[in-house]
């Protein structure tokens, strides 16, 4: 009854990644399987990094920005339960398990891979290139200078989209 009130748009994203967590909770399933059968750590973490992960953020840089709260901390969700059945460590907390194993949250990691793919969105040669606002030149010493234009946002949802995102926060 709740969905009703939602936009098509909202339950769209909403489903599309409780898609990606219920199909990665399977991957962490079929992880628990391996590792109670005796496969050893470095295995399981090359399990994870190369089938689990990709399908929780398959073509991220799209729906991250306007992703909300709760299923940013599931999908960060899948990656710690990920860790605990890798090593099977209870007594340590997740940042010292990522610190150990050298990864970053999937927060972090998103927010980086958009700011590359947005970087290398601003060369002239990109194929997306036309996508961005025009580049301007500030003659004057401001505190923030800007290097784009703004985009001219109505609704929140746009504000929130990928490229109005990255100009206001990587320019």
């Not at 769209?12 to 399977?26: P, S, Y």
């Not at 962490?28 to 994870?48: A, C, E, F, P, V």
């Amino acid at each position: 009854m709740l969905s009703c009130w939602e936009s098509p748009c909202q339950r769209t994203l909403h489903g599309t990644n409780m898609l990606k967590v219920a199909k990665a909770n399977k991957g962490l399933y079929m992880m628990w399987h391996l590792k109670r059968s005796g496969i050893d750590s470095d295995t399981l973490k090359n399990m994870y990094l190369s089938i689990i992960r990709p399908v929780a953020e398959y073509a991220y840089p799209v729906w991250h920005t306007s992703l909300p709260a709760y299923l940013h901390l599931a999908l960060e969700k899948i990656q710690k339960r990920a860790l605990f059945i890798i090593y099977g460590k209870k007594e340590y907390d997740y940042d010292s398990m990522l610190d150990q194993t050298s990864l970053s949250t999937l927060q972090k990691r998103r927010d980086d891979i958009c700011e590359k793919f947005y970087t290398d969105m601003k060369k002239t040669n990109h194929k997306l290139h036309h996508l961005l606002p025009e580049s301007r030149t500030i003659k004057y010493n401001l505190r923030t200078n800007i290097n784009m234009s703004t985009f001219k946002t109505r609704t929140h949802r746009f504000r929130n989209s990928f490229l109005p995102w990255c100009v206001n926060k990587f320019d």
